[in-house]
């Protein structure tokens, strides 16, 4: 049984899962009425969440919303959001170790209603690592077959470490059970329908004051976790530089493996060639917000925060780009910067993806004869792999960053 635990990090691996381009999302636009049916009347925590984000104030229930394509992502999202999903706390000495599958993942048995489940995604390195500081232990010794040591240390600190106590996330399918994520006590439920209704709302109320329509580029939809690319339709026009798009990128997941979190994104055509274009994303820490799970539901109202805090990402953004007509042509340091971030990333980047920048830095067709945008434009084709092209857009805001805080910090020295 030489498997290696853990490796559901990967949303198009979950039980659960839909990718839908602009295309297939199409321009329909969803109704206030139709969110706020993602809140579930059963639920406390999305009881409280309705209390505090009232859709009246945004108009009649009938008005659409000023989002393209939210029509069709709410139809599909009810789809695959299913009801089969629920959530026990259990102590350690109500659990029963069974043992591993053929793949490697943990079968456990839960004495009170007599149930057995099996670990998908993440939960069986996710089990013995957070209860018995194991995980590595546990992967080598499946590696080498020593699945006898792994149940003679499981079931003698099951009785040892009984009374610690954690969430248990299940979801069903085809009649079988499974162990989805192991939270703290203390974790809030923000699952996705929550947040999908919250940034929502928060984007159909900045579109209204700021007379903009956004559109749904991409989505991606799975039991458990949500990444959804918006864009504005609106440009700004930044002479000497090009057009700018703003976007944004709402993101959960309900296992842990990511925040809930709305980020700001943008995309710069070129003034000079419309063809060309590259889209950015800031780091993490100046996203719009970033909840985490362990959020109170009395500060998630104050996390959520101001809809100012958008405009002024945006003009953050405004200011940055415009440094760039400065930037006329991208100087070797910044292509092998480029180059390095990449080909060095193992854990973000496929060893195909590293290898077509490796041609492109090679065969020097990003050279110091083009600009930013022009350079950035012909990076993004060595993928087309969604989580990839995403981390590549950290990597352009990262080096834009620096780029100009290099710039400003020269004009400061003393002639």
């Known amino acids: 049984m030489a498997v290696k635990i853990g490796g559901g990090r990967v949303m198009k691996n979950h039980l659960y899962y839909l990718e839908l381009n602009a295309e297939q999302l199409g321009k329909s636009s969803a109704n206030l009425e139709r969110l706020g049916k993602l809140l579930r009347p059963d639920r406390d925590i999305d009881i409280k969440v309705k209390e ?3 859709i009246s104030n945004l108009g009649h229930p009938t008005k659409e919303l000023k989002i393209k394509g939210s029509k069709v992502l709410l139809t599909e999202f009810k789809q695959i959001d299913i009801e089969a999903k629920f959530d026990k706390i259990e102590a350690l000495s109500n659990i029963d170790y069974i043992g591993l599958t053929d793949k490697g993942e943990i079968i456990l ?8 489940s099996t670990g998908i995604y993440d939960f069986t390195y996710e089990f013995f690592e957070v209860h018995f500081h194991m995980g590595k232990y546990a992967n080598f010794c499946i590696k080498n077959n020593f699945e006898d040591l792994i149940k003679e240390n499981v079931q003698e600190l099951l009785v ?16 079988e059970v499974f162990l989805r994520g192991l939270t703290s006590k ?5 699952n996705n329908n929550i947040a999908l209704f919250i940034s929502l709302l928060y984007l159909n109320k900045f579109a209204i004051e700021n007379e903009i329509v956004f559109s749904i580029e991409h989505a991606r939809i799975s039991d458990s976790a949500i990444k959804i690319i918006l864009e504005q339709e609106n440009a700004v026009s930044i002479p000497g530089v090009g057009k700018v798009y703003f976007g944004i990128v709402i993101s959960n997941s309900e296992i842990k493996q990511s925040t809930f979190s709305l980020e700001i994104r943008y995309k710069l055509v070129d003034e000079e060639d419309s063809t060309k274009s590259f889209t950015a994303i800031p780091v993490l820490r100046d996203s719009i917000f970033n909840v985490y799970h362990n959020t109170g539901i009395a500060k998630l109202e104050e996390k ?7 405009k002024n990402a945006q003009n953050s953004i405004l200011t940055l780009i415009k440094e760039i007509k400065e930037i006329r042509t991208i100087s070797d340091d910044t292509i092998f910067n480029l180059f390095r971030k990449i080909t060095n990333n193992q854990q973000n980047f496929k060893a195909e993806t590293r290898q077509n920048m490796q041609e492109l830095y090679e065969k020097n067709i990003i050279n110091n004869t083009l600009n ?3 350079a950035f434009d012909k990076t993004t084709s060595i993928t087309s792999d969604f989580d990839e092209r995403v981390f590549l857009e950290r990597i352009y805001h990262e080096l834009i960053s620096d780029l100009i805080k290099r710039k400003q910090k020269n004009k400061e020295k003393p002639v």
């Open 52 to 54: 505090m984000f009232p």
């Open 160 to 175: 040892k470490l009984g009374s610690v106590e954690k969430q248990y996330r299940f979801i069903v399918k085809n009649d």
């Open 372 to 374: 930013l945008i022009q």
């Open 304 to 310: 959520v925060g101001d809809i100012n805090t958008l």
């Open 186 to 190: 203390t974790y809030r439920n923000y």
């Open 109 to 116: 048995n839960f004495k009170d209603d007599k149930s057995s």
